[in-house]
């Protein structure tokens, strides 16, 4: 039976990499298809990007309106208009405190910039100190002058566009609030619009997406915001601890890394280890090491807790959706294209479900539906979807293992039959071989007794 498990598992196996390298590659040409008709919109990429950030904004607001409304606390639109007020104003002052903030710094970064420089060199000088041997002689120094002079020249040319990105900003800022708001207050109706243009029989289709949408997105923000938090009080501490400057900029640059899906966690790193190299290295020894083990913790522990129970992907999958959405659509595909593609992966595998449904007899299938329903009343349905098809598949799989054992007995006894045939062919042979001996050990006897008698008749 070993040799008919290996075969079970690996057919198994081998469906399962099929599937894996189908979802693959129908995520990888419906992207590639989205990447072409971003570019024949052309002008209307900004547009879209202004649409799908309003949508985000009313998409991460309606909860907060849901509980307002549902806690009959106020009614609806005076819910709506509280909670975007109150947005705004945390907004502005969010924005207020972040501004002020890096200028102080940068003010105080430009004044210090001397000192600063100098004390950069002199670590960089100790590290070439440090790591040089024989003909290996990295120059550090030079490397971040260069850095610098590339550096001052990217600031002084976008200094330059400073108005202008201003001006774009704030316009876009304006356009987004008014369309999440405009989305928020008619979602209803919209929705309700949307629902008629749609066949009704694919109603359980938009029904699925709706969910899948919130859910993937929800707990995709919901991470990414666990983690950024978790980083930003981690590296507030360090910061305190070790008594660095420019303290505001440091936490704000790591908690942002942190928000970068996959390739956040060791860039989120930086800031806080180079900053405590640079200006405390006494406490390097002490920081490195404890940012490392959460950082650890962090991504091989909490983050894909966080992204299962949020989007139900290998993360494999996870990193696929990273880079062909950075690919797509630059940073907003990097940050968005792994929830797009959960999205994706939960209507693929209810399409491989609903086959293997099909696939069975109407009957077969009514009674495991019906079984699944009334184990899991709360279920999707593509969750009963799913339950069904493994439970159907591992039916068949019980099926198909039965009629191979009742193959190979049936097969092993024909076999033993055939072997006790030969067996009594072979004993009938030895027994007419022992005939045979026994009547020429006759012939020998009366062949010697014969001799025996005309012995004696010629001595007389």
Known sequence: MTGIDDELTRGKRERWWRSAFLIVATVYVSLLLIALLVRVLGGFTQILLIVFIAWLLAFVLAPLVGLIVDRRWMPRGVAIGVVYAATLLGSGFLLFYAVSSVGASMGEMAADFPSTRERIENTLRGWEGAISFGRFAPDFVGLYRDVEATGARLAVSALGDVPAVTFAVLGGLVLVTILSLYMLADSARILAKLNRVVPTRYADHVEILERTVAKAFGGFLRAQVILAAVQTALTIVVVVVAGLPYAFLIVAASALAMLIPFFGPPLALVPPIVATAIFTPQWLLVVAPLLLVVQTVLVNYLQPRLMREALG?????????????????????????????????????????????????????????DEVRRESPDATPEEVVAIAADRLEEEHVEEAAAEVAKAAADGTTQDLREAAGDLRAAAGEQRAAASEIGSSASDLRGAADRLGKHRPDEDT
Do not use: D
């Not at 696929?320 to 792994?338: E, K, N």
């Not at 209507?347 to 009674?367: D, G, H, K, M, S």
């Open 313 to 369: 992907m290998h993360p494999l999958l996870v990193l696929i959706g990273l880079l062909v959405g950075a690919q797509v659509a630059g940073l907003w595909g990097a940050l968005f294209g792994i929830p797009i593609l959960a999205v994706l992966n939960v209507f693929f595998n209810y399409a491989v479900n609903l086959r293997t449904i099909e696939e069975t007899p109407a009957v077969e299938v009514e009674e495991v539906l």
